[in-house]
């Protein structure tokens, strides 16, 4: 073993300059369809922290918190799909977008918007038929389960109306995200 100077201690590392930029919220694009989301989102935070205080805290679960909680999930999962169809913010590949001529951007929106209205309006009308159908009652309260369906069904429409608006604008407009993509790329981040 070789022997070290214990006067040669360490040094300490240098301090990084580190500066974090906190992103300005933007609320503008909200409007006041957005809201169902908004108390939907609290009324399920708060049934399912009611429910994790009834288990765990007091050590006596209600009965109706977790099937309440689990419809509340589905009512939030679609409005905020409608919410979504309207900014016009659901998943898509842009990848290929790059390389096809403007003409062939605008057939392919085309074509997008067309496919987008019928997915919807026939997942309308097959919800529709499903609530119709549906006769059970929830069971931890006495509320037919339709009413779920009914709800999802109202969605639905909501996302083929919003679908048919955008779909209304493309075409007006002549433009969009994917047929100009640099047009629209404002507060979009580049990773390359």
Not at 91 to 119: C, H, K, N
Not at 159 to 177: D, E, F, P, Q
């Amino acid at each position: 073993m070789q022997d070290r100077p214990h006067d040669l201690e360490p040094e300490p590392p240098e301090e990084l300059d580190v500066h974090f930029k906190e992103e300005e919220i933007d609320l503008s694009d909200l409007q006041w369809d957005d809201a169902p989301v908004f108390v939907i989102f609290w009324i399920l935070a708060f049934v399912v922290f009611l429910q994790f205080f009834t288990r765990y805290v007091l050590n006596d679960s209600l009965g109706w918190t977790e099937e309440i909680a689990r419809f509340l999930l589905i009512a939030v999962t679609f409005t905020g799909a409608i919410m979504a169809v309207r900014k016009q913010s659901h998943i898509s590949v842009e990848f290929l977008y790059r390389w096809i001529p403007r003409t062939g951007r605008r057939i392919a929106q085309a074509f997008i918007d067309v496919v987008t209205i019928g997915f919807f309006g026939l997942l309308t009308m097959l919800t529709v038929r499903l609530a119709g159908r549906t006769q059970q009652m929830m069971v931890s309260i006495d509320v037919p389960k339709s009413y779920v369906y009914w709800f999802v069904a109202v969605c639905f429409a909501g996302m083929t109306l919003y679908a048919v608006i955008n779909a209304w604008r493309h075409l007006r407009s002549g433009t969009s995200k994917l047929i100009d993509p640099h047009l629209h790329a404002e507060g979009v981040l580049r990773i390359d």
